[in-house]
């Protein structure tokens, strides 16, 4: 079985291109220049150069000796909660910008749902000296005031998308129609392994970088390059392709993903897409989607932002469909218990979405002899809100 991306765009069953007429020129010149341009040695150079300096690359892997004891086994944290910006959004970001300068592009569009990728892609902007236009969603921009305002700072137009449920799928389709009229100077900067093809290659490539550096330090620390299971979070998917990536092929390796259960895959109000959704097309890519019966997409539920999108990047529903990934979820209340427990074991505060991957280690049947590593994709700071909202006492601060 191939888990990488074959040349039309497909892992298995998923992926593809299904973009309406007006876009395939957009798309094509990506396709047909990116693999060229990412994989030539001033490419490579650049970017790692940033990743070092600009990033804080590369990030620590941490044997978190406290977690281990309570799970009796032997839990590693990839500290992407450490990169600039406070997750592994921005490994993505700053490889597109470069890639965008290298093509000639000289404006940068992006969507953004919770506000993270859009912080991600104003913060590279801003580095790069480019005019950065984000869509999101209006009930969003009321939502992540906090987000919108950093964006602002770092000079970004953030420009609302009001028609539809006013969410991340409508500044999607806000960021689609800005492409198609300005296809000579634009590119459109995606946030995870999601949207037509090459996006969802490109991403985890970018992202891969996680795993690449996992198997070096495992190597240090272990003596072996490669671990018994990798734990990660799903929004879109693209902290988990990058922490899968060099692991894909080795069988030896358990890849899990977990998903957010929201309040339960029963009721209705949950993001765990392969739970509940049905293969079909979402941003120009074939996969596994939450739709109604007509085919319309159906608005997902998580207490973290960053896990709520109704979708699955292709590689994910390629690993589901032929069993090489293990899918879990984690509920509302697994996360938040998760987020106190790692804060109280090992005083690092985890974000939401990274809480789910947390909230996993429970359900497993870990062993004493076992190497586990949780992919931290992002730190707390932005769900102090949530926190404190959860405790039986809130405190007053
Ligand atoms: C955005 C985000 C995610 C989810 O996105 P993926 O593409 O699935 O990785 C997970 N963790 C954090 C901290 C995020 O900001």
């Given at each position: 079985m191939k888990y990488t991306v074959n040349e039309y765009g497909f892992y298995g069953d998923f992926g593809g291109a299904f973009i309406p007429e007006m876009l395939y020129h957009n798309v094509k010149e990506l396709k047909d220049c990116y693999l060229n341009i990412i994989e030539s040695e001033e490419f490579i150079k650049e970017y790692k150069q940033l990743l070092k300096d600009?990033?804080?690359?590369?990030?620590p892997l941490y044997f978190a000796k406290r977690l281990s004891e309570k799970y009796n086994s032997n839990i590693y944290l990839k500290r992407e909660d450490l990169n600039h910006t406070g997750a592994h959004k921005v490994n993505n970001t700053v490889g597109q910008i470069l890639l965008a300068k290298k093509m000639g592009k000289t404006r940068i569009i992006a969507e953004t749902g919770a506000g993270q990728h859009g912080v991600a892609t104003a913060t590279v902007c801003a580095l790069m000296d480019m005019p950065c236009i984000v869509y999101m969603g209006e009930i969003d921009i009321k939502r992540q005031a906090p987000n919108v305002a950093r964006m602002k700072m770092l000079g970004a137009e953030v420009r609302a998308a009001t028609s539809g449920s006013k969410t991340l799928k409508d500044a999607t389709n806000e960021a689609i129609r800005d492409w198609i009229a300005n296809p000579k100077d634009t590119y459109y900067l995606i946030?995870?392994?999601?949207?037509?093809?090459p996006y969802p290659d490109m991403v985890a490539r970018f992202q891969s970088i996680i795993s690449e550096e996992m198997k070096m330090q495992l190597e240090e620390k272990t003596g072996r390059n490669y671990p018994d299971k990798v734990i990660a979070c799903v929004g879109g998917g693209s902290n988990a392709a990058g922490a899968f990536y060099h692991f894909l092929d080795n069988e030896n390796v358990e890849l899990i993903a977990v998903e957010a259960d929201g309040l339960g895959v029963k009721t209705g109000k949950t993001a765990a897409t392969t739970q509940i959704g049905t293969e079909g097309i979402i941003h120009g890519s074939k996969t596994i989607l939450m739709q109604n019966s007509e085919g319309q997409i159906t608005e997902p539920y998580s207490i973290s932002a960053g896990l709520d999108y109704p979708g699955v990047g292709p590689l994910h529903a390629h690993l589901f469909k032929t069993g090489r990934g293990t899918f879990l979820g984690a509920t509302d209340k697994e996360a938040l218990a998760a987020a106190f427990e790692l804060t109280k074991l090992e005083g690092i505060i985890p974000a939401l979405e990274s809480s789910h991957a947390l909230a996993a280690l429970g359900k497993l049947d870990l062993k004493p002899n076992e190497c586990v590593v949780v992919n931290l994709s992002g730190r707390g700071d932005k769900d102090m809100e949530t926190y404190m909202k959860s405790l039986p006492n809130p405190p007053n601060i």
């Open positions: 600009y990033v804080g690359r590369p990030t946030g995870s392994v999601v949207g037509p093809h």
